[in-house]
T-cell receptor
Framework: GQQLNQSPQSMFIQEGEDVSMNCTSS?????WLWYKQDPGEGPVLLIA?????ELTSNGRLTAQFGITRKDSFLNISASIPSDVGIYFC????????????FGTGTSLTVIP | EAGVTQFPSHSVIEKGQTVTLRCDPI?????LYWYRRVMGKEIKFLLH????????ESGMPNNRFLAERTGGTYSTLKVQPAELEDSGVYFC??????????FGEGSRLTVL
């Protein structure tokens, strides 16, 4: 299957700090998505990116669809305790039957 | 509108036993996906239904796994007989015409 390399694997940060995580692949994707999973819950969509170069914000979150279509990053500004969770990137290839491929996740811990 | 619902939320079985997981997608979503996450790893694709048809089942680990979606509504994923390495969280997700994926809360399977 396709491999999405997501980094870092985990982060421990102080409340108020900014966070940056990214996802890279050797393959081209048509859509990049960022999800957050809270403990005991399913992943919830944060941001969807549909065009190369697109930069989209959702509150304190900003994500970009890389120009090469092989990467994406997610930034969280001024982190708060409720940002704790696992963040997953996902890429969609529409030429392979609308299949989504996921990264390994970034576990974020925010220290108050 | 009800989200994607999964049952059971947690199942503990012994090696060799059978388990059936159920997923009710969001009403009207033709696309239904099964994923599995083993702790610390990526959310791995298992298979994709479009209505009642299997669009892609390339991620199914082996023939101990059987997924069905009779009538194109809810889906079941049966593992028979279960092995230790089948433990993990099984996520179901649905989407409308290749749009955003909406996840259920997952079914955690523990095989002893």
């Amino acid at each position: 299957g396709q491999q999405l390399n997501q980094s870092p694997q985990s982060m421990f940060i102080q409340e108020g700090e900014d966070v940056s995580m990214n996802c890279t692949s050797s393959s081209i994707f048509n859509t990049w998505l960022w999800y957050k999973q809270d403990p005991g819950e399913g992943p919830v969509l944060l941001i969807a990116l549909y065009k190369a170069g697109e930069l989209t914000s959702n509150g304190r979150l900003t994500a970009q669809f890389g120009i090469t279509r092989k990467d994406s990053f997610l930034n969280i500004s001024a982190s708060i305790p409720s940002d704790v969770g696992i963040y997953f990137c996902a890429g969609l290839k529409t030429n392979t039957g609308n299949q989504f491929y996921f990264g390994t996740g970034t576990s974020l811990t925010v220290i108050p | 509108e009800a989200g994607v619902t999964q049952f059971p939320s947690h199942s503990v079985i012994e090696k060799g036993q059978t388990v059936t997981l159920r997923c009710d997608p969001i009403s009207g979503h033709d696309n239904l996906y099964w994923y599995r996450r083993v702790m610390g790893k990526e959310i791995k694709f298992l298979l994709h239904f479009v209505k009642e048809s299997k669009q892609d089942e390339s991620g199914m680990p082996n023939n101990r796994f059987l997924a069905e979606r009779t009538g194109g509504t809810y889906s079941t994923l049966k593992v028979q007989p279960a092995e230790l390495e089948d433990s993990g969280v099984y996520f179901c997700a649905s989407s409308h015409q290749g749009g955003e994926l909406f996840f259920g809360e997952g079914s955690r399977l523990t095989v002893l």
